[in-house]
């Protein structure tokens, strides 16, 4: 896979055959070659390689939210990024309360967060 294009889902198998910071350096250069200006290209793209990541693997609460949120309205660009918002809390959440208990919670509590994403949530900033 040489090229990324967030409007179209990459192939699951030749995705998950490029490296992690493979997968981040062609999502940069996607956003870069698009001139979308971001105040940290590398940190938007890794959002990006997380939800493309799970969908690759079928993470079925992610793939659901892909569907329902293209159902809604969304172009699969920005249902990548309403996703990799809920990715984003998650993560802040996860440091700022200095979490060590279960994983499985923690993943549950993602994955719930997952399934309530609608538009309407994402654009008011509600997940």
């Not at 030749?14 to 996607?30: F, H, N």
């Amino acid at each position: 896979m040489e090229e990324y294009n967030p409007g179209c889902a990459p192939e699951p198998e030749s995705w998950l055959e490029l490296d992690e910071q493979e997968r981040i350096a062609v999502v940069e250069t996607y956003h870069r070659g698009a001139r979308i200006k971001l105040p940290n290209v590398t940190a938007h793209a890794a959002l990006h390689v997380i939800v493309e990541n799970q969908i690759a693997l079928n993470v079925e609460p992610v793939v659901r939210a892909m569907h329902r949120l293209g159902k809604e309205g969304l172009t699969r660009h920005d249902a990548v990024h309403a996703i990799g918002s809920v990715v984003a809390e998650h993560l802040f959440d996860i440091l700022k309360t200095d979490q060590n208990g279960d994983a499985a919670t923690s993943q549950a509590r993602y994955y719930a967060a997952v399934e309530r994403l609608t538009v309407a949530s994402w654009r008011n900033g509600e997940h």
